[in-house]
């Protein structure tokens, strides 16, 4: 089972979680990351998801943890 800590419109944590898929509240956030890699010829490195994720190409990304 996955968690995702939650914040507020400030970012400070509310010492709560919810679950991976669940949505929160009203006032309530999670942080998600987004990471864009390009090299110098000017190409990106992309992410081949495993078919049970979709099989599909993407960026990296995640939820950080506290």
């Known amino acids: 089972m996955e968690y995702r800590d939650l914040y507020d419109n400030k970012r400070r944590p509310l010492n709560q979680v919810i679950q991976k898929g669940e949505k929160p509240q009203d ?18 490195l992309l992410q081949k998801r495993t078919v049970d994720k979709g099989g599909l190409w993407g960026v990296i990304s995640g939820h950080p943890k506290r």
């Open 27 to 44: 006032g309530m956030y999670y942080v998600s990351v987004l990471i864009v890699l390009e090299n110098s010829d000017g190409t990106f």
